[in-house]
């Protein structure tokens, strides 16, 4: 297994400014995503950190909004860019050894104001 | 792309009975089904997970089931506890590709 941690775990932020989210992985990991995950809700994929390149993102997520680094096997970070009250909600990182087990961080809560 | 439903969105149980949620998936090639539980505030945590050349596989008083044909899986928690209270999603797919999430069953049990 992996244990991933998050920083800030919850933060508040003014429309128009940009939060970055830093996820880090007690070992290397083949794998990490992002997700978003609205209250009472499932779990929606933003992208899929690669290391080296540029991450992969899904359909209604795009790079400028979410831009996301991944340096090396245990490090990754997600930027809310130009936030707007919509943008509020619960972030993930996960991480995992390869053959799909994924492991999640504790989440950063976003509230945008 | 692989779709992924879950059923029920609720489910009430006595303590002490069993409880089982139901995920079906569309893609055939998916071959990893994972299941986690969030508790509330928390952070989803892999409970079981089984692989397409497995039909069933067990952990203490949890077991999930897999059925290929029918592309469906389902998990089954026995003699319920309050500690069993959370939210549970099911997930599915591809060998080292994306996970598809169900949309989640809140499960509740009842002293």
């Known amino acids: 297994s992996a244990v991933i941690s998050q920083k800030p775990s919850r933060d508040i932020c003014q429309r128009g400014t940009s939060l970055t989210i830093q996820c880090q992985v007690d070992s290397q990991v083949t794998m990490m995503f992002w997700y978003r995950q609205q209250p009472g809700q499932s779990l929606t994929l933003i992208a899929t950190a690669n290391q080296g390149s540029e991450a992969t993102y899904e359909s209604g997520f795009v790079i400028d909004k979410f831009p996301i680094s991944r340096p090396n096997l245990t490090f990754s970070t997600l930027t809310v860019s130009n936030m707007s009250p919509e943008d509020s909600s619960i972030y993930l990182c996960?991480?995992?050894?390869?053959?799909?087990?994924?492991?999640f961080g504790p989440g950063t809560r976003l509230t945008v104001t | 792309g692989e779709n992924v439903e879950q059923h029920p969105s609720t489910l009430s149980v006595q303590e002490g009975d069993s409880a089982v949620i139901k995920c079906t998936y569309s893609d055939s090639a998916s071959n990893y089904f994972p299941w986690y539980k969030q508790e509330l505030g928390k952070r989803p945590q892999l409970i079981i997970d089984?692989?397409?050349?497995?039909g069933e596989k067990k952990d203490q008083r949890i077991a999930v089931t897999l059925n290929k044909t029918a592309k469906h899986f389902s998990l089954h928690i026995t003699e319920t506890q309050p500690e069993d209270s959370a939210v549970y999603f099911c997930?599915?797919?591809?060998?080292?590709?994306?996970?598809?999430f169900g949309t989640g069953t809140r499960l509740t049990i009842i002293p």
């Open positions: 997930a599915a797919s591809k060998r080292d590709e994306k996970l598809t």
């Open positions: 089984i692989r397409s050349n497995v």
């Open positions: 996960s991480g995992g050894q390869g053959a799909n087990e994924q492991y």
